[in-house]
């Protein structure tokens, strides 16, 4: 990859249990190799625990909470998807406006497969043209986005870069244009 995010650090949000594991450690690698510096947030401090689908996966650590950090700790902020993880968020008022105050100030954020739930919750896709798991489609088009089924879309059209992408398939395009809305 070419951009660098040396010096950046990027936010992964997650709640403590369902974080599907390709999409968080996929894009960390990605930040990582790019010279940025990815940390780990939950809903509380403490074990993750990802998940392969539907099967247990490895443990991670969250060393910060999402009611103990802001957006301007951050140069962007990376939500992965797993159907229980933007679930758990989205109930989470911490968490939604941990999300929501990336917009606020400006800062990409990069979602794949059923996160957008959270930003659903937070009230920001209006207007934005994104993708997600095919599930997910209904409610952001009812939150205002316009949804599309491409592997990866980069919205610049409202306050901030919003990188959205479908599934685990589509990670290696996610990874990329991340990296690339990060560096900017």
Not at 24 to 37: D, S
Not at 60 to 84: C, I, N, Q
Not at 122 to 138: C, I, L, N, Q, Y
Not at 147 to 154: G, I, K
Request: net charge negative; glycine share 8%.
């Amino acid at each position: 990859m070419a951009s660098s995010l040396t010096g950046k650090k990027i936010a992964f949000l997650v709640a403590p249990e369902g974080v599907e594991q390709v999409e968080l450690t996929e894009p960390w690698k990605a930040v990582e190799q790019a010279g940025g510096t990815p940390e780990l947030v939950s809903t509380e401090v403490g074990k993750i625990q990802a998940f392969n689908h539907l099967t247990p996966a490895d443990t991670f650590e969250a060393e910060k909470s999402a009611d103990s950090v802001a957006a301007s700790d951050y140069a962007g902020l990376v939500l992965p998807g797993g159907v229980a993880n933007p679930d758990n968020l989205r109930m989470n008022a911490d968490a939604v406006a941990f999300a929501k105050s990336f917009f606020d100030a400006g800062k990409p954020v990069a979602v794949i497969c059923h996160g957008p739930w959270t930003l659903v919750e937070a009230d920001v896709v209006r207007g934005r043209t994104m993708t997600s798991w095919p599930s997910v489609k209904t409610d952001l088009v009812n939150a205002g986005a316009n949804w599309v089924d491409d592997e990866v879309v980069e919205c610049s059209r409202g306050p901030n870069t919003l990188v959205s992408s479908r599934k685990p398939d589509d990670l290696p395009a996610f990874c990329n244009t991340l990296v690339s809305a990060f560096a900017k």
